[in-house]
């Protein structure tokens, strides 16, 4: 205690000033809290106030009843004769005294006389409510943050009040009626003298007007105790408190950067609203996010085309929006720039769609950086992670990157909870993917349920392979721009046999000769290489890249394998130490595993890039690339639509993608990725033909782009009948325009009924109400009412496959009847994707002897599920089968074998070796199931029976998304750290997000192997930005507690008194 007492006995005795008297301080306040015609007087007994001061310090805890035996303010009494309180009370009842104030208890007119002759500080009284506030006007800050009151000093100088009371005028937030007796009149504020809900009241220098009202000479009422009584308490109450508050300490620095930085954001504000052609510091953006571009991104400035469509009217008018440009002319610069003015200017939240997990991934570990410097928070919406609905941020927004699925269930999510219009901008990255296929019926689903229910959420669609523009213009109610700007100019190419023609649509067939190649071939290498894949390369590697796109995953494999085995050695010198760090770090991330084509091929710079690679593989060669370690990626389409490799040259090893014709969208997406902006003059792409495919290739140069249709009705269980369940479920009426659509809807609601998602209430006719049970007749005679079912509630929520949601709660069902919790085989199972199960080709041997070495209990799961070890051994032996067994529980109970080996090993080679699988297949299958188990997860909160599931799916859920040891999850939290670089976090010491939240980027590099200052930066970004995120989540849940319910009893009482 004696510690505590001199430390606040410093901490006065510093932040004394000189103020004016109290006595004229609580004559101003005592004028203003009087009531006119409160006329009985008091009898109490007036002490003189003593000379000499006394301070006393103490321990003090804050308690609501003051009268507690255990008083606040140490072994004396607070009111005792020498105390402040004391000297208060006296204050008080020696100003009831003197003729000289009195007269500020007079008539309410009287006071408004006193509020105009105010000349320097005033003492405001505010009304709010039941409560009332005391502020001084100050002229002067303290460099702590406290108001600084300068007044001139009388004589009549009682106390000097230390700086720690000084709040107690600041923040008095009960009115003296609230804490007195309860039986006091309310002070008639409604005369005519009261007006404003501000009353300010002369603190010095104040012309006392003359006033002879015989009335007002004597004011003393029984409520005055009461009142004095209430303002002690209140002081000895804020002194209890000021005397424990610490002083804030603020980085000077650190507030006028955050100062700079807001002006900016309230300057860049004001323009957008305005109508005018100035665009402020950076695109109505503050100049920090251009600095941040430069240093982020190296880009100083933007091209031309881009500031042409940011200076758009229909951009400043939040138009929607479609632009298009060829592949690497920058469009996703200018997405970025109108995220950010949504973000910082309008303070919306801002929803980015893109294609593929990778993307996301890298776009997110692009924009963290940003995020930390501009206060925004930038969410994953991928595989298994996201929250639906999102978290409702109080003040940051959100910057939510999501793939095609998680954009659909996050909007869903947002229109059920009525929060859409918080999305200000939807960007959509490859629009033209509206037409392929069920990916391209949910992203039309998507954007119908935008445009229909929100009218201030913007839309901007790009993409570098549009045709039919005008459809998705009066879909998207959409503007159009577009521009043939490249940064690189790119020459196409034709090969046949060993010459090169130059695509050229001028001339009559559409070609013209260019050069025969230059390069001597032995027959036996014409034998390995008929293709002249070799001369074509090594005109540009190593000293520049090269990618060769090939049909399959296999032929990558041979064809890297081919080139290097006819390479010179003099390419194992080029980079030598660098590519064998590439090796070393290959071996760490796989636990000293590599793949017998990479380790052949890479001293030479080269190496295969497909689906058949692990995520860390193929994140470690795509940055051994980028650096210019590996010069030459064989690799096959899905490279074009993923991430940005671009090449000096880029040939196609054959026009077909599969066993399929090559289509102009995929050609030119792969053409799209010759040419690097800032490092080559110009960008090559070659095509290698048969003159058996001549004509075909021709006709698919001049001809224009693929059109893209509405997959709506072609996806049956993923478009039009999905559409339907969730708007019905999302309360949204149907109404169709078109009476081509009434056969799909009539039949798409009846497979709905039927399968037990909807239920059909009643039928209105114009003659009235009628039940029925099915569904017929014609949009002239009926208007039909459906209402969602809890199965067909917990299909959409969890955005489950119609063609499987029943399947799912028949196993779910099944699985309660006697769930296996000896292991996680039975939850496994259960969680295993049903597509992916149809595609699989179990190897029976391997599946014979996988079944044998399970425990009793884990065989049992098999037995329940339907698959008896007798059908596996007579399959493996190859014996007939007469009991006929369902092919999808089979596989799928074979590929939760997979996933169950995986989990327990966290090893994909082992598992590979041991199921005979691509490790890329194996990854592949572990991402779908941990998506899955994230739907599956959704899909039981909807369904009361299914509670028990819930705990258990997000353990699960958790373990297939990092299917890594305990210990790395927390690092694999963060955007980009995959469990290689994870390994190798933890090792050097860093363990938890937090290390890395606040790790030096330049000691990463130094401590971390084949780490560039690019991915240190992203990463400890990422970390921060995730860190922050958490502390907010926290906080905002700490406040929801602490928070005053809506409902609570005593403000509903009040809110209907006052109405």
């Known amino acids: 205690m004696d510690e505590g007492c001199s430390r606040i006995r410093r901490r006065v005795s510093v932040r004394k000033r000189n103020r004016r008297s109290l006595e004229s301080v609580f004559a101003a306040l005592t004028a203003a809290e009087l009531k006119p015609g409160d006329e009985e007087k008091e009898d109490e007994d007036e002490e003189t106030v003593a000379g000499s001061r006394r301070r006393k310090t103490m321990d003090v805890q804050p308690v ?28 008080e009842q020696k100003y009831l005294q003197l003729p000289e104030h009195r007269k500020h208890a007079t008539d309410h007119a009287t006071e408004d006389l006193c509020s105009e002759s105010i000349k320097h500080n005033t003492l405001s009284i505010t009304t709010v409510g039941d409560c009332t506030e005391l502020k001084i006007d100050a002229h002067t800050k303290n460099q702590s943050g406290h108001e600084d009151v300068s007044i001139d000093p009388e004589a009549d100088v009682l106390y000097d009040i230390p700086s720690s009371q000084v709040l107690f005028f600041e923040n008095l937030y009960n009115s003296s009626n609230d804490l007195g007796d309860p039986s006091t009149e309310e002070r008639d504020w409604n005369s005519s003298s009261h007006k404003t809900v501000n009353e300010e009241l002369p603190i010095n220098n104040v012309e006392q007007p003359q006033q002879t009202d015989e009335s007002s ?113 920058g469009k996703t610069l200018v997405a970025e720039i109108l995220m950010l003015q949504e973000l910082l200017c309008r303070r919306k939240d801002v929803l980015m769609i893109l294609p593929y997990v990778a993307i996301v991934q890298e776009k997110i570990s692009g924009l963290s950086s940003f995020g930390v410097e501009l206060g925004f928070f930038v969410e994953e919406y991928a595989g298994s992670k996201g929250k639906f609905p999102p978290i409702k941020r109080r003040e940051k927004k959100s910057l939510y990157i999501a793939t095609i699925e998680k954009g659909h269930s996050l909007v869903n999510s947002l229109i059920e909870t009525e929060r859409i219009n918080s999305l200000g901008l939807v960007v959509v990255d490859e629009l033209h993917m509206i037409g392929e296929g069920s990916r391209g019926a949910i992203l039309e689903m998507t954007l119908a349920k935008i445009l229909y229910t929100s009218k201030t959420t913007q839309i901007i669609g790009m993409s570098a392979t549009l045709n039919n523009v005008e459809d998705l213009q009066e879909f998207l109610q959409a503007e159009y721009y577009t521009s043939q700007f490249r940064p690189v100019e790119l020459k196409e190419y034709l090969k046949i046999k060993d010459t090169i023609y130059e695509v050229d649509s001028k001339a009559e067939n559409g070609m013209t000769f260019s050069r025969l190649l230059n390069y001597k071939y032995s027959d036996t290498l014409k034998k390995m290489d008929p293709d002249h894949l070799i001369a074509l390369v090594t005109e540009v590697i190593p000293n520049y890249s090269c990618l060769v796109f090939c049909p399959t995953k296999k032929n990558c494999e041979n064809v890297a394998e081919m080139i290097c085995k006819i390479l010179s050695k003099e390419y194992l010198k080029h980079k030598e130490k660098e590519k064998h760090e590439v090796i070393k770090n290959l071996k760490n991330i796989s636990n000293g595993n590599l793949c017998p084509v990479l380790k052949h091929t890479i001293p030479f710079g080269v190496a295969y890039h497909h689906g058949g690679l692990t995520s860390d593989e193929r994140k470690l060669l795509e940055e051994a690339y980028s650096a210019g370690v590996l010069c030459l990626f064989t690799c096959t389409s899905t490279l074009a639509a993923g991430v940005n490799l671009p090449a000096r040259r880029v040939i196609l090893r054959a026009p077909y993608v599969g066993k399929e014709f090559l289509k102009k969208n995929q050609y030119k997406q792969m053409i799209g990725r010759a040419g690097r902006a800032g490092i080559d003059s110009t960008g090559e792409s070659i095509l290698i033909l048969q003159e058996k495919d001549k004509q075909q290739v021709l006709e698919l140069i001049s001809r224009p782009l693929e059109n893209c249709y509405s997959q709506l009705v072609q996806e049956f269980t993923k478009g039009i009948q999905t559409l339907f369940l969730s708007l019905i479920g999302l309360k949204q009426k149907i109404l169709l325009k078109e009476r081509s659509l009434w056969e799909i809807t009539v039949e798409s609601l009846r497979y709905l009924t039927e399968k037990g998602l909807l239920q059909n209430d009643t039928i209105l006719t114009e003659k009235g109400l009628l039940q029925k049970d099915t569904i017929h007749g014609s949009e002239e005679e009926f208007q039909y009412s459906f209402h969602i079912t809890k199965l067909g509630r917990a299909s959409f929520k969890g955005a489950i496959d119609l063609a499987y949601c029943d399947n799912l709660y028949r196993d779910l069902k099944k699985g309660l009847e006697g769930l296996v919790l000896e292991s996680l085989l039975h939850l496994i199972y259960l969680t295993t994707p049903y597509d992916m199960a149809s595609q699989c080709h179990p190897d029976w041997m391997i599946y014979f002897r996988q079944f044998s070495q399970l425990s009793p209990a884990e065989q049992n799961v098999a037995v329940l599920v339907g698959v008896s070890e007798n059908f596996i051994g007579k399959k493996a032996s190859g014996q007939a089968i007469r009991k006929k067994v369902d092919k999808n529980i089979v596989n799928r109970l074979y590929l939760s074998f997979v996933l169950y080996t995986l ?157």
């Open 64 to 91: 609501e009843n003051i009268d507690s035996e255990e008083d606040m303010f140490g072994d004396y009494d607070s009111f005792a004769e020498n105390s402040l309180l004391a000297q208060v009370d006296d204050l």
């Open 217 to 329: 000479s004597k004011v003393r009422t029984s409520s005055d105790a009461n009142r004095r009584k209430s303002l002690k308490d209140h002081l000895k109450n804020t002194m209890t408190g000021n005397a424990k508050a610490q002083t804030p300490v603020f980085s000077r620095t650190k507030q006028l950067k955050e100062t700079l930085l807001s002006e900016e954001i309230n300057v860049a504000k004001k323009t957008i609203e305005s109508s005018l052609d100035d665009l402020g510091p950076f695109y109505s953006l503050p100049s920090k996010v251009r600095d941040l571009y430069v240093q982020f991104k190296g880009i100083e400035k933007l091209y031309e085309w881009q500031h042409a469509c940011l200076t758009l009217n229909s951009v400043q008018e939040r138009k929607n929006l479609i632009y298009s440009l060829p592949t690497s002319g």
């Open 903 to 1059: 989990l327990k090993e966290t090893n994909i080679w082992s598992v590979s070796e041991k199921f005979n699988m691509p490790r890329g297949y194996i990854q592949n299958l572990l991402s779908g199931a941990a998506a899955f188990s994230s739907c599956v997860l959704h899909f039981c909160e909807e369904l009361e029976e299914f509670w028990v599931y819930r705990a258990l799916l997000v353990e699960l859920t958790k373990k297939l998304t990092y299917c890594v040891k305990a210990e790395l999850i927390p690092l694999m939290e963060v955007t980009g750290v995959l469990e290689g670089r994870a390994r190798q976090l933890y090792n050097a010491g860093y363990k938890s997000l937090m290390h890395l939240a606040n790790a030096n980027p330049e000691v990463l590099i130094k401590t971390i192997d084949h780490l560039s200052r690019r991915q240190a930066k992203q990463i400890v970004s990422s970390a921060k930005l995730l860190l922050h995120e958490k502390a907010e989540a926290l906080q905002e849940e700490v406040e929801e507690l602490l928070r005053l319910p809506s409902d609570f009893p005593g403000i509903v009482a009040s809110s209907i008194e006052k109405a």
